[in-house]
């Protein structure tokens, strides 16, 4: 895998939960290098995450930076990323980072559920290391992706706005790599012939690393890939979810399925996922306005500049979310809060 026309770089994007650590994992055991040092596997991912610790962290320091969230809901989110990841410096370290994985390895799998958020300075990093970029993105069904993340991550997200992320996320990771090399995989056939699969996308994405697998050369891969890790096999009356978000992630889920057969990642699947995009980006911003009050409390409850509560304490939660608020329904809300405090 030395020669330049054999180095590929690919990226596993797209919603968290949804067997990117399996897709990765993998990947690793058909020869492609996972940049070490790995996070380390537990209770929620007894196999192995396959994210690098570098990749993790810086990630997780951009997104800090914009108060995004890995699940976050919020459409105007994106362009927040997009700032972090324009800086000169951000762009400098990763394509050293890039570079340096490059150079050790011709066929690299970089996988973190963070990575969708910054697309556009992959692309841009991987070009100058000249290495073109594969895209590959895991379906699972929305509701099983909530339960999972319920078990690994804890209540303190609703599964409302879990949801809410999920439509978030896949509908951008969709509009982001339309046009790039590509392909869509679901949980459930990669488990259950994880070679055909691994076959398909060798063709789809030109990577002859993954072409006509010869499954008994990789007994490791048969026992890595282990069904009965499918535990979460629930639907939407497990999760409480709101039925008008529930009827909207069941039909982009529909929508998305073309995607992952031959053939139907075409025109007809992406203007009906564009309607679904415009048509969440509606339901999120009637769902900002009508929430105002409750952000206007939020407010008004964390003082004067909102960063912590009474004696000093940490900003609650309330306080944490309004932050989270894009800047057009900020103005707003403080020529409300002005207007209301003039009526006192």
């Known amino acids: 895998m030395s020669a ?6 690919v990226l596993v994007v797209g919603v968290g939960r949804s067997g990117t650590s399996l897709f990765a994992g993998i990947l690793g055991q058909l020869g492609f290098h996972i940049p070490r040092p790995e996070v ?41 990323a997009a700032r972090a ?9 990763l394509r050293d980072w890039l570079g340096g994985q490059a150079r050790e390895a011709g066929a690299i799998v970089v996988k973190d559920p963070r990575t969708v958020w910054f697309l556009p300075l992959w692309t841009r990093c991987a070009a100058d290391v000249g290495v073109t970029p594969s895209f590959v993105t895991m379906l699972r ?60 996308l060798g063709e789809t994405l030109d990577i002859p690393l993954l072409r006509g697998v010869d499954r008994a050369r990789f007994p490791q891969v048969d026992e890595f890939v282990d069904p009965t890790l499918h535990r979460n096999r629930v639907r939407w009356d497990d999760v409480d979810v ?13 929508r998305l399925q073309p995607l992952a057969e031959p ?22 911003e009637e769902a900002e306005d009508i929430a105002q009050s409750s952000v206007i409390a939020a407010r008004r409850r964390g003082g004067k500049g909102g960063s ?25 809300l403080r020529r409300a809060t002005r207007v209301i405090r003039r009526r006192r």
């Open 308 to 332: 912590k509560g009474p004696g000093g304490a940490p900003a609650s939660l309330r306080v944490r979310l309004a932050r989270r608020v894009p800047a057009r329904y900020r103005r707003r």
């Open 85 to 93: 990841g324009a800086d000169p410096a951000v762009y400098g370290e």
């Open 242 to 254: 709101p039925d008008r978000v529930r009827d909207m992630a069941e039909d982009v889920w529909g």
């Open 263 to 284: 053939g139907g990642d075409g025109a007809a699947a992406h203007a009906a996922l564009d309607a679904a995009h415009a048509e969440f980006r509606s339901l999120y």
């Open 141 to 200: 069904h929305p509701a099983e992706t909530l339960m999972s993340a319920r078990k690994s991550y804890g209540t303190w997200q609703s599964e409302a706005s879990r949801a809410a992320a999920w439509l978030n996320v896949a509908l951008e990771t969709e509009r982001a790599t339309r046009g790039s090399r590509r392909a869509f995989v679901r949980y459930e056939d990669l488990l259950a012939d994880w070679a055909g699969q691994v076959g398909r």
């Open 40 to 80: 380390k596997a537990n209770d929620t991912n007894p196999r192995g995450f396959g994210e690098p610790r570098w990749v993790v962290d810086f990630h997780s320091r951009l997104l800090r930076s914009q108060r995004i969230t890995v699940n976050d809901a919020r459409p105007a989110a994106w362009e927040l």
């Open 4 to 9: 330049p026309d054999a180095r590929s770089l």
